[in-house]
């Protein structure tokens, strides 16, 4: 299988302390075969100095392709996904937060089972390997196995970490998926609606995680969870669009 372009696709909402670091790693990294790199980036409507923090990084490093889009109003992480992977050309995508939890310098890691011809989608797994991961929330981590436990009965999946951040898709296939969640369910949507696909071939490969605390800006809630276990229901279950 042959790739000639990677988009990256950032979701960015008060990240103007780290979307330079993150911005930097991806820079860094040399993607095998000399993949391409398109980055996009796609502002929540930030009310920080996010947007600014994007513009002078775009013109301190004009090597690398950053493609840039905002919201007007704050709609929520699947929405600006949404927006990002509307926008995205390479042959295939992969969602990148716009902290500093997930290492771009494992993107080749992910990509390895679909170079070899055997994937389609690729999922970033916190839950298997050797990679390093921090330890923090026990309740956070059981609720995110027991949610992967739940989207696999629906999906016929044997996922290990179906809310992880990374996510490689087939551009032409996740862009011909329709997705409708704003929030965090985006997750648990893009999950049922792919088990679906005739034929998909969906790989896990581990990955390392370098977690944050809600006090160092970790947005997700328990809110959320109680989404998801909807979203799980309402796509799994009753196959809703």
């Known amino acids: 299988m042959e790739i000639e372009k990677l988009s990256i696709v950032i979701p960015a909402y008060n990240e103007a302390n780290t979307i330079h670091l993150i911005l930097n790693k991806i820079k860094v990294v040399r993607l095998v075969n000399d993949i391409k790199k398109e980055v996009i980036i796609v502002n929540d409507c930030s009310t920080d100095h996010t947007a600014e923090a994007i513009a002078g990084y775009q013109l301190a490093h004009p090597e690398l392709n950053i493609q840039y889009y905002e919201h007007d109003v704050n709609k ?22 716009a902290d500093l939890e997930y290492d771009p310098s494992e993107y080749n890691d992910l990509l390895k089972p679909v170079l070899g011809g055997f994937a389609d989608v690729v999922y970033g797994s916190r839950f298997m390997g050797s990679n390093p991961h ?16 739940a ?5 016929n999946l044997n996922l290990t970490d179906m809310e992880t951040c990374y996510k490689l898709f087939n551009t032409k296939l996740i862009q011909s998926i329709k997705l409708t969640e ?60």
């Not at 369910?185 to 969906?202: C, D, L, M, N």
């Open 182 to 241: 704003q929030r965090f369910g985006f997750e648990p949507e893009v999950t049922q609606k792919i088990a679906r696909v005739p034929k998909i071939r969906i790989y896990e490969v581990g990955i390392s995680y370098y977690g944050r605390t809600y006090e160092e800006g970790k947005k997700i809630g328990w809110k959320d969870g109680v989404r998801a276990i909807y979203c799980i229901l309402k796509y799994g279950m009753f196959k809703g669009d």
């Open 151 to 155: 989207s696999n009965m629906f999906a």
């Open 76 to 97: 929520g992480k699947g929405a600006a996904l949404h927006t990002g992977i509307s926008k995205a050309t390479g042959d295939y995508l992969i969602i990148q937060d």
């Open 134 to 149: 921090r330890i923090l929330f026990f309740w956070h981590t059981i609720g995110n196995r027991w949610l992967t436990f």
